[in-house]
C-alpha cells in the first residue's frame, strides 16, 4: 500500500499493521497514529485493586451510555 499513514483509514491501518509486524519503524508509526486516533481516553485502574461495587459502578454507567 502506497497511500501515506496519515490518509488511510483505521481499517487500513489495522492491516497495514499486520502485513508489517515485523518491520519495528513501520509498525510503531502506524500503531501510534491509530492509537492517536482513539477517541475514548478513559483510563481505569486495574480491575484487581478495585472493590466489586467499583467495577459494577462502571459496567452499569457503560451499560447506560450504550442504552440511551
Do not use: G
Request: proline residues 4%; charged residues 35%; glycine residues 0%.
Amino acid at each position: 500500500m502506497n497511500k501515506p499513514l496519515e490518509e488511510m483509514t483505521n481499517a487500513e491501518l489495522r492491516r497495514y499493521l499486520s502485513e508489517n509486524r515485523n518491520d519495528e519503524n513501520a509498525f510503531s508509526q502506524a500503531l501510534e497514529l491509530l492509537m492517536s486516533r482513539k477517541k475514548n481516553t478513559t483510563k481505569y485502574p486495574s480491575p484487581l485493586t478495585m472493590s466489586y461495587d467499583e467495577v459494577e459502578a462502571i459496567f452499569k454507567d457503560k451499560i447506560k451510555k450504550i442504552a440511551d
